[in-house]
Nanobody
Framework: QVQLVESGGGLVQHGGSLRLSCAAS????????MGWYRQAPGKQRELVAR???????NYADSVKGRFTISRGTARNTVYLEMNNLKPDDTGVYYC?????????WGQGTQVTVSS
């Protein structure tokens, strides 16, 4: 059984930084990408950043230049370094693994940025 465990969320002031971590356990076949999504209150879940098994990254326009996604040396780990955080970054952040034949999701970690 695959499980994704996220950590690193919390409360931070405008302009602050946080680092999110995600570690996946279990056997994952056909892994394509690892990524982070977020969902703000009253809004749909949106892609924040993702990285392919080849190391190609892409980011939401709103976080480019402020967030960095990277894969860890441990198998199936991914990080999201978030700098210069803004109140609009507030939401629940979810780790995602896109694989064949299915995707996997973490339980989410809350990030709150105060103004």
């Amino acid at each position: 059984q695959v499980q994704l465990v996220e950590s690193g969320g919390g409360l931070v002031q405008h302009g602050g930084s946080l680092r999110l971590s995600c570690a996946a356990s279990g056997n994952i076949f056909g892994l394509n990408t690892m990524g982070w999504y977020r969902q703000a209150p009253g809004k749909q879940r949106e892609l924040v950043a993702r990285i392919t098994i080849g190391g190609t990254t892409n980011y939401a326009d709103s976080v480019k230049g402020r967030f960095t996604i990277s894969r860890g040396t441990a198998r199936n780990t991914v990080y999201l370094e978030m700098n210069n955080l803004k109140p609009d970054d507030t939401g629940v952040y979810y780790c995602n693994i896109a694989a064949i034949p299915m995707d996997y999701w973490g339980q989410g970690t809350q990030v709150t940025v105060s103004s």
